[in-house]
Structure formats: C-alpha cells, structure tokens
C-alpha cells in the first residue's frame, strides 16, 4: 500500500517499467519446452538457469511491471553464490548493502550483539540488503537479453490442461490462445493459481504473529545492521525490526497486538504514527518519507509433493515461511535452480528423467527445515503461548546482565540444507577426516586472487589434490563432466579435508554428490553416470 | 552447558508451563526453584540468584 493519492507503484526511489503484452500475436501459439508462470524472482531464476543448461523456455506474467514494493529484502550469501553463478551477481553486489551484525534490545537495552560467520575464505558476505524490485529488476536485465528466453507480460495463464502434455490457456489484452509446453514450472507464488487448477493445498501451520510492514525515506547516520526491539516503549510487549535499504530506505517491521484488527493497522495514519513512534524511541528527530507499507503473516505451509505429472511447483507456489527466517525468497531461488539444472539435463538428454524426482525431496526437505528454525524464532520473536511467553520475558530480562540469556535472542543463521538423504547424491563411503559430506553445499575457499567456484567447470565438477586423476578424468571427455586440481596450497584448509587422495564430485548447484578418500577414473565416471541416471548407467 | 542444551532447558520449561496451565505455573516454577537450589548446595549462591532474579521485572 502507499500514501494518499500516490499509485501502487508510484515509489519514491524506483522508477517501474511499463511493458507491452506480446505485440507479435502471429507465434504465440508455438509449442515451448519448458513454460515458466510467474516472472517473479523464482520464475526469472528458473528461466536464467534453463538458458544456461541451453534450454529455451517461455515466461509468462500477468502484471505490466515488477512487483508492487520492496517485499523480500534480505539476500543470503548462497543465494549470491547462485546468482554469481548465473553471472548477474554484478549489479546485486553494487546496489545492495552486505551485513554481518545484528543487535538486539530489550526495553531500550542493548542484551545482545551478534556477527555472523564471515572471513576471507568467503566470496561473499552472510546477508545483502536490496528491496525487491531491484532483485527482479536485475535478473529481468539478464532475462531479456538472453536469446533463449522469451518474456510475455499481462499474459496471465487461466487454464493447464494435460492431455499428454501441457497446454496453458493464457489471456491477454489482446486476445487468448493456447500453448503447448512439455514442462511447467509453476513459480506464480503464494497464491498460485496453478497450484489451485491442479486441486492441490498447502498444508501447515499458520502461526500468530502478524507484522506490518513498512518502508521509509530517511537521512539516518546508522550503519546497516539488523536492529530488533523486545518489548519497546512504542510497541509495549510487541517486537519491531529495523533493517537499512540502499537509497536512503528503511525498513520497520512493527509486531501487532492481538487486539488490533489488521484493518486498523493499514491505515495510514495509524501507519504513520506506529513509525513515529519507533523512530522517536531510536532517537531519530529528523523528517521522512512514507514510501510502501503491507501485512504479512507468520505460516508454515508446503505442498505434500512439489511434482503434480509434468508441472513443478518452484518458490512461493510450493511454500509459505515466516519472515523472520528470511527463506522466503532465498529458499525460491535454490528451488528454481534445482529444478532448473535438472529439466536441463534431462531435456538435453545428460540425465534421465527419475533425476526430477529428486527435485521435491531435496527441496521439500529444505523447506522442512526452514519450518524447524522458523517455528523456534518465532516461539521466540512472537511466543504464542503463556509458557512460551513466559521463557521469553524472563530470557530478555536476564539477558540485561547475563551475556548467556542474550544468545535465546540469537537468530539461527541461514545455512543451506544437506541433501545428505537424496537419491541424487551417494552415501559416503567413510574415509574422510574433514571436508564437505556428501549432499552439503560445497563450502568456498580463497584461492590465489579468486575464489574456488570460480574454478569450477558448468557442469559436474570433480576436486581433487592429484593431478593425475584430474587429468586422467578430462581426458575421457565425458561431457557435462570436468575436472579441476586444487592446488597443493589449499592443504591449510580445515574446509576440505587435505588428504592426498580427496576427491569431490560437485553438482551444477554446488552440492557434494559424491566424495572418495582415494577416487580412480573409472569410479568417478561410473558415480557420475549413476547420480545423473543414466539407463544402464551408461556413459 | 553448552547453548543447545540451554535451549532444551527453555524449550522444556515452557511445554511444562504450559502443560501446568495458567493457574498452577506459578506453583510449577517455584518447585522448580527449590529442586534446583537443593541440586546447586550452596546457600549464598542461590540467594544472590533469589536476589537477581528480581530485578528488572
Ligand atoms: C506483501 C509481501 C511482503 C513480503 N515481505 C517479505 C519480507 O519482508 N521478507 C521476505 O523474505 N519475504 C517477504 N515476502 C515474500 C517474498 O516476496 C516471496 O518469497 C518472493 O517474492 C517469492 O517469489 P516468487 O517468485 O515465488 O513469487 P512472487 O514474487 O509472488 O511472483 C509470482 C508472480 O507470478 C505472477 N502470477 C501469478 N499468477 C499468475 C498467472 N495466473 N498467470 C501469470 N502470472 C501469474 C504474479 O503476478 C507474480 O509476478 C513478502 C511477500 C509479500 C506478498
């Protein structure tokens, strides 16, 4: 929502672009591979990684612009990796803020500083705030020069029917048709139209909590850390978070109480007044702007299974989170890439298809444990119970002379999930003191003037320390499959174990698939083979 | 302890609050007190926790 007389994107900072639906009405029928719903930043990811596995896809998204306001605004450090990935980290890194320190207060009182894991073997920092059209606006840069890609705006899909394949009965200003797809990746978010086409609910928990929030302009002199306020003087039993924006914005997260009607709550006079109030009790006098206000709800909610026949159910369509994890959109983009190098390798024929059964465990999982830490963070930040409520105030209280009560105000950091069970990933076999496990994300390194992933290969990527092995498995040139030898340098690191004989198997998205204390070609070859499911196992 | 294992203690005692209900958690965390402050043994380390633990309600 915004001001008075201000439109939905009428923003203070941003300019939205205006698109045209389709102009050339003559192809718009032509089968696609791969139809994308939902030019959001899953939609757009899941695009950019089909194209670079060569894959030609269709997005389609009914609105004439981005998104209505700054929504999700914090980037985790694996979701640079992805995007630095897909090579479009560069605008992300020189807008967006990168952060490691939080603070937390309890009744004015600081109970608690913490930093996030950060140094130098790290490419990038644990979190990066950037409002959310800037994220779409940077990844549509990238989507719409890409040839393989083609984006039709106010095209909203009404139908999917599944005669054998999909065909997508879409609606624009212009007129309707039908499309015929062999895939569809569902990334029309939290309300997913598709999902409801196909009969399928979202099932979970919906919690108490209930925030508004809200985006101010404002010349405050404070760096960007992650400010959270227990039991304020401006909110009296409540929870308000503060995070920093580049262009001067701020975000402030304000919990409501259970007798406030959120009906109350968006209006903007009451909006105004609730910032007010926090902004006087942080100390700052000066003038701001109102640019973008909104509700948001703490749920846990997921699709039983993220694979309906031929369609995929990638970000928000497939899960709710609560905010306080800020998974929602980081979560989406490891869905899209998940699904996206898998539909590429399985419609370029370097994977079977059971390789897409992999797709809603592993993500399914992640999700999962989201769940986990989102329900512990938010028994905390909004207890729901008199015992919860309890163990909370006297956690705070304690916390204002006892360093130890300060850490149940500690947020869990956002580590990626270890697809340690998945069917795409071979047990270990043991033998490694150290080191990723199979199914963990490959940790990153310092390496000369780079990094390690800078070195890895598009494909499958096999480290090791021998030399001989790396050679000996790039010259069998299986393709999909390159080798890279770490240098002897790396043997100081106590992230990948320095065993003479260590060997990993990297997927595309940067997860361990396989791990060896002493690998031979023709192991490295067959594992490959395997995890990529092959029929017969063949090369 | 380490700070999971402080979590499973606050974790524990808020089901237990809540299993008490409203009424008797108040009976629930003085027991509690009094069973810890037994187990801990000496008598000015708990009355210094009495002490503190009433400030800043
Ligand atoms: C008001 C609000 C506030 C939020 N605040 C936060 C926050 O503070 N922190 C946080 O981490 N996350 C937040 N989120 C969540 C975050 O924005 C989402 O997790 C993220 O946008 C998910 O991306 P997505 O691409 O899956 O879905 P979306 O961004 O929702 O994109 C879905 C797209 O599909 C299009 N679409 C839908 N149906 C059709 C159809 N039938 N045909 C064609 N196109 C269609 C929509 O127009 C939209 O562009 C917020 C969400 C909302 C709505």
Redesign the interface.
Known sequence: MRPDGRGETESLYFDYPYFEPPQQRGELAEPTPVAIVGAGPVGLTAALQLASEGIRSVVFDNKPTFNDGSRAICISRSSLAILDRLGVAAPFLEKSLGWTTGQSFY?GQKILEFKMPDGADEKFRPMYNLQQQYIEAFLWQAVAAHPLIQTRWQSEVVGIDRPGKIALRVSDPAGSYEIKADWCLACDGARSPIRKMRGKRLKGENFEGRYVIADIRADIDFPTIRRALFDPACRPGGTVLIHRQPDDIWRIDYQLRDEESEADAVLEQNVRASVQAVLDETGYSGTWDLEWWSIYSANTLALDDYRDGRVFFVGDSAHIVPIFGVRGLNNGLADAVNIGWKLGWVLQGRAGEALLDTYSPERRGATLDVFANASKSA?FMTPS????R??RDA?L??A??HS?AG??A?PRQMVPYSYTESAAVRSDAGGLKAGPAPGEHLPELRLGDGFLSDHLGPGFTLLCFDAALASAVEARNIEGLSAFALPVSLQASERIAHEPGAAYLVRPDLYVAARWSRATPDEVASTFAELTFRKGNQL | MT?AE??AV?DA???????AG?GK?EVFLAKLALLLAQKAGDVHQVLDAVS??G???
């Open positions: 009744r028994r119970t008199h015992g919860w309890l163990m956690a209280s304690l204002l002379r130890f850490e149940f500690n | 700070s402080m979590e606050y005692m808020a089901r237990q609050i809540d299993k409203p958690s503190e633990a400030e800043s309600l």
